[in-house]
């Protein structure tokens, strides 16, 4: 998506160097050391704004631990969009981002049971049912909880699906299981 805007607007010449979670510390060190060199980079992301729930972070906290100016042009995020779109109360909530995978993911689900503010948390298609399943499980006395699961924000095939966790169970058999998932979760009813 990134590539296609630049070609759109005629800047897509200039080289793309990927930054994954998975990247080592040393790609950090040679963009930090281009940027020292003085030149000019961009952060963009294909899944919405960088630095959320995305790598962009370290390189911009290490950027800004450098003294290096950082100008921020943001875009689309999508657990803004899921709250706006979500018709929960978002006066007050809390972001979780994506929940671990092993070590403390009990620990983040029971958080979720106790909270009182709106929560927001992101999950992959692979894990989406799974994820919906361990819900309904630790938040089975909260029956009348609101959950809007929403896909897709800002794309084409956005979709946002109302339920409660009594209905997880139902709204996960008819999912469609492509793209990011952001799930909100009301606060107890």
Do not use: C, W
């Not at 729930?53 to 450098?66: H, Q």
């Not at 503010?117 to 049912?129: A, F, N």
Request: no cysteine; net charge neutral.
């Amino acid at each position: 998506m990134t590539g296609n805007l630049l070609k759109q607007l005629g800047v897509s010449k200039k080289p793309f160097v990927s930054l994954h979670s998975y990247s080592s510390s040393n790609k950090i060190e040679e963009l930090i050391e281009r940027l020292r060199q003085g030149e000019h980079l961009v952060l963009a992301s294909d899944a919405g704004t960088p630095g959320i729930s995305d790598p962009g972070y370290a390189l911009v906290s290490r950027a800004r631990a450098e003294g290096i100016a950082i100008e921020v042009i943001p875009g689309p995020a999508a657990f803004l969009a899921a709250l706006s779109g979500s018709g929960l109360p978002i006066n007050q909530f809390v972001y979780l981002g994506f929940l671990p995978l092993k070590k403390g993911r009990q620990t983040a689900l029971k958080e979720i049971h106790d909270e009182t503010r709106t929560v927001v948390l992101y999950e992959s298609v692979h894990r989406i049912k799974k994820l919906l399943a361990e819900l309904a499980e630790a938040l089975n006395d909260q029956p009348a909880r609101p959950v809007v699961i929403a896909r897709e924000l800002t794309k084409m095939h956005e979709e946002f699906i109302r339920t409660t966790v009594q209905e997880l169970a139902s709204a996960s058999e008819y999912l469609t299981e492509k793209g990011e998932f952001v799930l909100v979760i009301g606060p107890q009813v």
